[in-house]
């Protein structure tokens, strides 16, 4: 802001001091002062009008050399620190800079060009001794609410401040006293809400650049820069420096509270604005620079150990919500009325999303727990959501605003979250949210008197507690992605159990239309792009102990194989053959040391048993792996399968060469889904032995669940195709296009290139873009994704058909419909993207390419 605007700017009051320029005041607080220099610190271009008091120096001083004003061996010392500093980064502090005028702490950094010095009286302490005594008293505490109420007690027990505060700041920017520490005789501001614009955006901006923020005085006087404009019409920013003046209005507040001082710690998670630490003292107060340095070290320590508990709350939470949604599924499993089922286990379900109450509107019947809208409302309510959502999760904080007649209930229910539960019915589960005003009256002293300045008393705490309740009037605590994120994944179990028993109904025909077309229509696409997504997340390092790497190690697997299932169900045949599923499971644990036989007749599983299977074979898998035949040189595995004179097939795994084998001392997960899930899912029979040579597994899948292929399995049985490519199979100069639209997805392609020696990879998002590159681009390979949302790859791949370069297709799809006849001939690799499959293709097709 320059000159000009500020003298035609009018004056700051209620209605226009979210604009303030709270960054270019003019002015400093007078403990301190302050000079501004050139860029190289070589000349004074402003000063505060007490720097010649506080530096003991008389004369003009703007025009100065800074060597003149504070020494050589001074200004040497400045220019070293300015030396580390870039612009609009947080000052460098020195402690005990003697000048001509006296021994001074010193904050110094750089600002669009400008170098700017503020001086304070030197004084004792140790800011590391500090910090560490308040570091270590809450670094071992595990859980958020006792964190932040030991937080209020350590800061003012070291900074003795009246009251301190822990404020955090909610999802439309209001905020809650979450923790308070205080003098006993004053009024108790715990659990209080505020409006959002109590603390207004560019105040919100400027905390997250200077994490710290001192008001010695709030009835103090102001100290003018001279001068307050430069040269050209322009102000002084002021957004870094410790000295800067406070609004008057934020003044104003503090006066009709009784507050004389106050400071204010940043608490940032995430990049963003979490909350603050907020000291009150009714007596002007100023802290040291030590003291100041401890405070904004433990501010920023706070934030890191809230970061990473907020982490752990949420996998904390997504882990009983999955271990809730196990039960359900094991329950669901051998229970033929669902609907009854849900009922019976509704209060089971109130624990997965934080909320008041939860419903259970199914074929027209109601059935409640907890706080809920009255039962004459849910079908209007049902209808309503139908309109809006479609078979979509939908979650709204205030209803009231889409549904007027909401109003008559907000009281109990002023906040909605449905998962529906079928496609073509408005049957829904509901979680609901009391309004969250209900609850909520000044804790205080009711008596208690603030005092009003000139804006009046809408600058009081209590009025504006007031103006918050009008506020958010009707409304609830809003739904998180977290909530939201676990409705989706309830969502999906619930519509699985759907499916599994509609297919057991009298019709089954037809239902099995309505499951083929759901899960080629709304499960492929979406599900195929959500499993690549919690594929790369799943993967990513997190070293939180063995057990938790274990969970993870594990559910990426299952993944994995379910996608693999998937994918044979929806391309078309229905299902498999089952080498091809061995081959799939076993392939990469074949090694020299380890002998893997796969022997039997080309037997084709239908879509059921392959997905049953495809989670039977994968547990075996991994448990001869972490302790079986597989997890060491001198193991072997046969895999063998025939037909009975009634057409069943008996699968036989043995394990031989292992360690020594004793059974399991507990019933897991992976434990039950072997030994339950062909008789339950395929009316089969199952059979496991835990001999000490070796484990024995025994399957008989019924007939209605097989059938002979017509030719072989393209993978020779007693063999396991695909082995794992190693390292030195690509050459490291091979030049890949990747088209690819997905960013996370593009960026987990290179990682897999990059792992086998492959750094050249030129991605495009569109096919143009691809097109405009291989004008002077020539790759080796190319890797296509068909389908890039706004188009296709179709015409870059008749570029590279033209051009004689290899290319494959990579599609999210169950199906290739999307790809013409005429690249018929063109490899597919389906999504997500598995390692072995990308690299043994571009092998191939490098292959031909050559000749071999």
Not at 359 to 381: C, D, E, K
Request: hydrophobic letters at 40%; glycine letters at 8%; charged letters at 20%.
């Amino acid at each position: 802001m320059n000159k000009h605007d500020i003298n035609a700017a009018e004056p700051v009051n209620l209605t226009n001091c979210d604009r303030e320029p709270i960054h270019l005041p003019g002015s400093i607080q007078p403990h301190g002062c302050l000079i501004a220099c050139d860029a190289r610190a070589a000349t004074v271009l402003r000063h505060s009008a007490n720097t010649g008091t506080l530096l003991g120096v008389s004369g003009d001083i703007n025009g100065l050399p800074l060597e003149q004003l504070l020494g050589a061996e001074a200004t040497h010392t400045l220019r070293n620190a300015l030396a580390t500093l870039r612009d609009g980064v947080r000052p460098a502090l020195l402690s005990g800079l003697t000048v001509p005028g006296g021994v001074f702490d010193v904050s110094i950094h750089i600002f669009r060009s400008t170098v700017i010095i503020e001086f304070e009286p030197a004084s004792p302490g140790q800011p590391l001794q500090l910090a560490r005594g308040l570091i270590g008293r809450i670094s071992d505490i595990g859980d958020i609410e006792p964190l932040v109420r030991q937080a209020a007690r350590l800061i003012r027990g070291m900074l003795e401040y009246d009251r301190v505060m822990i404020y955090r700041f909610e999802q439309d920017g209001s905020g809650k006293v979450a923790a308070e520490a205080k003098r006993g005789d004053l009024e108790s501001f715990l659990g209080q809400y505020f409006p959002a614009n109590d603390i207004p955006q560019q105040a919100r901006i400027l905390y997250l650049k200077n994490t710290i923020r001192i008001i010695g005085d709030a009835s103090g006087e102001r100290v003018g820069l001279v001068p307050v404009f430069d040269a050209s019409g322009e102000a002084l920013d002021l957004s870094l420096a410790h000295l800067r003046s406070v609004s008057p209005i934020h003044c104003e507040y503090l006066r009709n509270m009784g507050v004389a001082a106050s400071m204010s710690i940043s608490i940032i998670v995430d990049g963003a604005l979490w909350g603050l630490i907020a000291c009150h003292h009714y007596q002007p107060r100023t802290l040291s620079m030590a003291e100041r340095v401890a405070a904004e070290m433990f501010g920023e320590f706070f934030s890191l150990h809230l970061t990473s508990l907020r982490q752990k709350s949420r996998l904390a939470t997504a882990t009983r919500a999955r271990a809730s949604l196990d039960r359900f599924l094991r329950l669901a499993s051998h229970h033929a009325d669902i609907g009854q089922l849900l009922t019976e286990n509704l209060p089971d379900f109130n624990a997965l999303v934080p909320c008041d109450g939860i419903g259970l509107w199914m074929n027209g019947v109601w059935t409640s727990f907890g706080s809920v809208p009255p039962a004459a409302a849910i079908a209007a309510l049902s209808r309503h959501i139908g309109t809006l959502a479609e078979t979509r999760v939908w979650a709204t904080h205030a209803l009231s605003q889409s549904m007027p007649e909401a109003e008559d209930f907000c009281a109990q229910a002023a906040g909605v979250l449905a998962i529906p539960l079928a496609q073509t019915r408005r049957d829904y589960m509901f979680f609901f949210r009391k309004e969250l005003v209900q609850t909520l009256n000044w804790a205080g002293n009711p008596d208690k008197t603030y005092t009003a300045g000139p804006l009046g008393d809408r600058l009081t705490p209590r009025q504006s507690f007031a103006i918050w309740k009008q506020t958010v009037h009707q409304q609830a605590q809003p739904w998180t992605e977290a909530d939201r994120e676990i409705a989706e994944v309830t969502r999906a179990a619930l519509v699985e159990v759907g499916l599994r028993h509609s297919e057991l109904m009298a019709e089954e025909r037809s239902r099995a239309d309505v499951r083929q077309r759901m899960l080629n229509e709304e499960l492929n696409h979406r599900v195929k792009n959500i499993l690549a997504l919690i594929k790369s997340l799943v993967g990513q390092p997190i070293q939180e102990g063995r057990a938790l790497t274990d969970y993870v190690a594990s559910l990426k697997g299952r993944i994995q194989a379910l996608s693999f299932a998937h994918d044979q169900v929806v391309r078309g045949d229905g299902g498999g053959p089952l080498t091809d599923l061995l081959n799939a499971e076993l392939s990469p644990y074949r090694q020299p040391a380890i002998a893997i036989a796969v022997n039997g007749p080309p037997v084709l599983l239908n879509s059921r048993a392959f997905s049953v299977m495809a989670l039977v074979l994968h547990e075996l898998s991994t448990n001869a792996a972490k302790y079986g035949a597989l997890s060491r040189p001198g193991g072997r595995l046969d895999v063998s399968w025939s037909l009975t004179v009634h057409g069943d097939c008996e699968i036989i795994w043995r394990e031989t060469g292992g360690p020594l084998v004793s059974p399991p001392s507990r019933t897991g997960f992976g434990t039950a889904l072997i030994d339950r899930s062909v008789p339950y899912d395929l009316d089969g029979h199952s059979e496991v032995s835990y001999a000490r040579e070796g484990v024995v597994a025994r399957f008989l899948l019924p007939a209605k669940h097989i059938s002979l292929a017509e030719q072989p399995s393209h993978a020779a049985a007693g063999q396991v195709a695909d082995k794992e490519p190693s390292k030195g199979m690509l050459a490291a100069d091979l030049k890949v296009m990747l088209v690819e639209d997905q960013m996370l997805i593009a960026l987990d392609v290179e990682g897999m290139l990059g792992d086998h020696g492959v750094l050249d990879v030129m991605t495009s998002a569109s096919a143009d873009d691809a097109l405009s590159r291989l004008v002077d681009y020539t790759p080796d390979v190319a890797i296509l994704d068909v389908n890039l949302g706004a188009g296709t790859s179709l015409a870059v791949a008749r570029e590279l058909v033209g051009r004689g370069i290899p290319f494959l297709f990579a599609t999210g799809y169950g199906n290739s419909e999307m790809i013409p006849p005429d690249f018929s001939w063109v490899p597919v690799i389906r999504k997500p993207y598995d390692s072995t499959s990308l690299i043994t293709t571009i092998v191939g097709l490098l292959e031909s390419r050559d000749g071999r």
